[in-house]
């Protein structure tokens, strides 16, 4: 859900809006970190959580326009975010539930998301898209070959990213992974 409603939210805010709202996940990940005794309450932790956090923010603090609808989407996409990663966390650090292999992971979570992001997906494209043939967008069947490996090269470079995510995330923390997440950017 937190990656439907940040896409969603592009509708009503500007990008610089969205980066500043999404870089509060990391506060989610951490209090929901020290909440569920992932990380210790440090101060030191906390002083950088704060730091990037405030950082991001200040960075785009002057060019934006705000708009309260696409604000509560990206804040309650981060607030989501901040729940996913925490509790995927648990799911591949604890070795009983069986899960600590990014693959056994994915094909475990990935219908859950399916099924979240399905009836998101469904309200804002209707279901005459679904059912027409714009799905491929093409006549010829050169056009339809072209949209079904953009498809597939589009869902290997995802899915290697979810892997190389669960894999860091198995390793090591939420609040790493996210950290390291606003250092890539």
């Not at 399916?114 to 050169?142: V, W």
Request: hydrophobic share 55%; charged share 10%; proline share 3%.
């Amino acid at each position: 859900m937190d990656i439907g409603l940040s896409n969603w939210s592009f509708v009503f805010i500007t990008v610089s809006l969205y980066t500043m709202v999404k870089s509060s996940a990391i506060v989610f990940i951490l209090g929901f970190s020290v909440l569920l005794r992932l990380e210790p309450p440090r101060f030191s932790i906390i002083f950088v959580v704060l730091l990037i956090s405030g950082g991001l923010f200040m960075f785009v603090f002057e060019s934006t326009q705000f708009n309260l609808e696409g604000f509560v989407l990206v804040l309650s996409a981060s607030f989501i975010g901040g729940i996913r990663w925490t509790l995927s966390q648990i799911l591949t650090q604890k070795q009983e539930l069986g899960l600590g292999n990014p693959i056994d992971l994915l094909y475990h979570l990935q219908p859950t998301m399916f099924i979240a992001l399905f009836p998101l997906a469904l309200s804002q494209e209707g279901m005459a898209f679904f059912l027409s043939g714009h799905i491929f967008g093409g006549k010829t069947l050169e056009d339809i070959t072209v949209s079904v490996v953009m498809i597939v090269v589009g869902g290997a470079i995802a899915f290697m990213l979810s892997f190389s995510e669960y894999l860091l995330l198995s390793n090591t923390s939420s609040l790493t992974l996210s950290v390291s997440g606003i250092l890539k950017v």
